[in-house]
């Protein structure tokens, strides 16, 4: 039975550092000026008890998104591949960029969609300020 338990927990570990490896190459691929957004965000899903592989994730800097905001994340259902779209050129990413990447980045890994309180990361404009209360709330 000891070997049986030993056995499970080291193929457990094997697992998880695989992960955790595919999301350190993962963020290695995406452009540098999102990277350490996506490293908080994973780091505020494992403190909220949330496991996140990033390996079918994409994330692209564009300039002008044609939509009201400036990110966009799309998924394909079959495939279960994300791509995330931001625009980085504007002064609304230096005044939130985390918040922005940690709103699409909840659609995307989370599924979720937009929230009609204001004081939510998931509001359709998101917000300015990240706080722990809308962080761990986005996880929950």
Known sequence: MKRIILVALAVASV???SVKEQNED?????????????KDFLFDAKRNGKRINL???????????????IGAANGAYFTKSHLIKIDTSGRRWKVAGKALMYHELGHA???LEHSEDKESIM??????????????????
């Open 26 to 38: 993962c963020i290695e691929a995406m452009p540098v000026e999102v990277r350490q957004h996506v």
């Open 123 to 140: 509001y359709y404009t998101s917000v300015l300020d990240l706080t722990e209360q809308n962080v761990d709330e986005l996880f929950r």
């Open 55 to 69: 390996k079918r994730l994409r994330v692209e800097l564009c300039e002008h998104i044609e939509l009201p905001g």
């Open 109 to 111: 890994l989370l599924k």
């Open 15 to 17: 697992s998880c550092s």
